[in-house]
């Protein structure tokens, strides 16, 4: 996988001689990410900067491990070839980290967007307090980032994706009910050492499909773990909303006079197309903690994967229940794509594992309630990156920042 940078033309004009090396540096750094292998001379002739400053920016990109020579590029033309310089597979790189309910990971990706570590475990965080669950993170972290050690590879800041809101103040979860979760100040918890930023989970599984698979520069990321999260992307940016608290679809009322929710309203999204109520309608509730031991004493089948054998085994409560939950879905996103005229919808996450059986009742609600505009059943597409994205996401998330910025790193 390749993440795929921005222009390399940071927006703004530098203010400064400095401010103009910044600016040259992100150029070069952003041409050589979105067309390396690339000689000096391509770069020069791409980015309109002289030879002399392509030279000078590569040796000091080169110097801080953000490039590397792969040696002589063939250009085709008379003379000796220049050498081909490309983003380093060594170096500077981006730690993600993962709080779920039921699980925590930890995800290293150098600067080309490869994944190069990647950690889940089982972990009962719910049942945790906030600083235990965290330690235990710091404690994955720790052992990611000297797997990454072994490979040339230093992450220089951190990313922890949780399912809940993370409002304007940096480092703070304001309400993680799954969780138990509510107005944590998880910067000031971390025992770790790297620099902590926190992000929503859904938020982080968008970003990872706009960088990694882009199906769209405006769509409609949804996702779900154990509850249900939405992300909107317009123009190739994350929408976050005026307080960074956009995209609870799964607070989106189906029904108006329906099942209470632990929201405190009523007919929720989530209490007909989350984990729980599709387990519940499945027939499957009093399984969930079985399978919850077999799969964190080793075994490799939890409750998504139960879900989707019995479907292709076609048992009818199951497929049943996930038609109904597809028809929830279909009904919260037909609001969605009325409202915002997304170009797609990507569905992700645990969803993305159950697409076969959920689409079908998706796409007919959609046709059915999006009638004042053409609609294509066809951008209703699932995630290929599925539960992997919040955390890929994560990681993603400082490698963006460098590669948009790379004299951050040293100034």
Sequence with gaps: MRVRPGSGR????????????QHNLALVMGTVAADGPVSRAAVAGRTGLTRAAVSSLVDELLAGGLLTELGPASNGRV????????VSERGPAGLGLEVGVEHLGACVTDLRGEVRVWTRVESANAALTPAEALTRLSALADDATRQAA?????????????????????????????????DVAVSELWPGELPLRVENEANLGALAELWAHPVAADF?????????????????RLFSGARGLAGELGHMPVHPDGHPCTCGARGC?????GKSAVLRMAGLA????????????GGRCDVIEALAVRAGEGEPLVLD?????GTALGTALAGAVNLLD??????????????????????RELAERVTVRSWDPGALTVSELGRRGPLLGAALVTVRAILEDPAALWS
């Design 150 to 182: 072994s490979l040339g590879l230093r992450p220089v800041a951190a990313v922890v994706a949780v399912p809940g809101l993370v409002g304007d103040a940096p480092g703070r979860v304001d309400h993680a009910p799954n969780l138990g979760w509510h």
């Design 342 to 363: 997304p170009a797609a919808v990507v569905l992700g996450g645990a969803y993305a594992e159950l697409g076969t059986w959920l689409l079908p009742s998706m796409r």
């Design 220 to 236: 409609v990321h949804v996702s779900a773990e154990s509850g249900i999260g939405a992300a909107l992307v317009v123009g190739g």
């Design 269 to 273: 999204l989530e209490q007909y197309a």
């Design 79 to 86: 003379g000796r070839p220049g050498s081909a310089l490309a």
């Design 286 to 297: 009093a399984d969930a903690g079985s399978l919850a031991q077999r799969e964190a004493s």
């Design 10 to 21: 940071p927006a703004g004009r530098p203010a400064s001689q400095q401010g103009m090396r």
């Design 321 to 325: 229940a996930l038609q109904r939950a």
